[in-house]
């Protein structure tokens, strides 16, 4: 006979779309789980007819208060607590964090069963540099406030994977492709699914399929890092820290243009200094 599984919280990944992709543990978890915390239980249940499972479900999601977050911590002392999102692994892009944090902060076991993850899935469609990659969950919708997300994230140099809707989609990468310029990106959805699919080619390319036909599914977009810059010159950099000073200290100029130009903040700052010095 299995040995009971220790009470605590157990966070399991879930398939994305092909149920196969359920491993052997996370569906053994779940049949000897006393409860079940489950972002949509309507959701859930069918994952839970799969494998057999019968514990009950509480709903947590985004909107849970406080009291039950409290709630289940008394019952992590004591029971086996699973926790699942509607599909892949739980807290990415998800809710969750609240809660692990909560329980580890009390003393609480926690123990994770990795398993699919739709922005990992799609790097590895993608083709594009996987070495740093930075995840950025869903953008936000309103224009404004996703021009300045992007913005923020431009000079970084890694990929970038973001989730979108359909309905979205094209807006989304019309903002991308003129904040991010020309760079390779691809879009992925519905990973595992009957009807996967994966396209590829430049941002501005790619927003203008997607504008006036929206895919249905769920969907990663992967932009490739920004194009590696000429190295400055100093006539560059005397151009561009001129430009600065008549406006900046020497200290706030050399980290614009730093940035600018993607050299050291260094190397920047000193002949910023020696600018000054002359004028």
Known sequence: MDQPLPPGLYIVATPIGNLGDMTSRAADTLRRADIILAEDKRVTAKLLAHVGAKAPMTAYHDHSDDYLRERILGE?????VALVSDAGTP?????GYKLVRAARQVGHSIYTLPGPCAAIAALTLAGLPTDRFLFLGFLPSKAKARNEAIEEIASVRS????YESGPRLGECLAAL??????????????????HEETVTGLLSDLAQRYAQAPPKG???????????????????LDDALRASLARLSPSRAAAEVAERLGIPRKRAYARALDLADKE
């Open 91 to 95: 807290l990415i892009s998800d809710p």
């Open 76 to 80: 992590l002392g004591s029971k086996v």
């Open 218 to 236: 769920e969907i990663v977009i992967v932009v490739g890092p920004p194009p590696e810059r000429e190295a400055a010159s100093d006539d560059d």
């Open 159 to 162: 990929s970038l994977v973001l």
């Open 177 to 194: 492709s003129a904040e991010l310029g020309q760079r390779d990106a691809a879009v992925i959805r519905e990973i595992s699914k009957l």
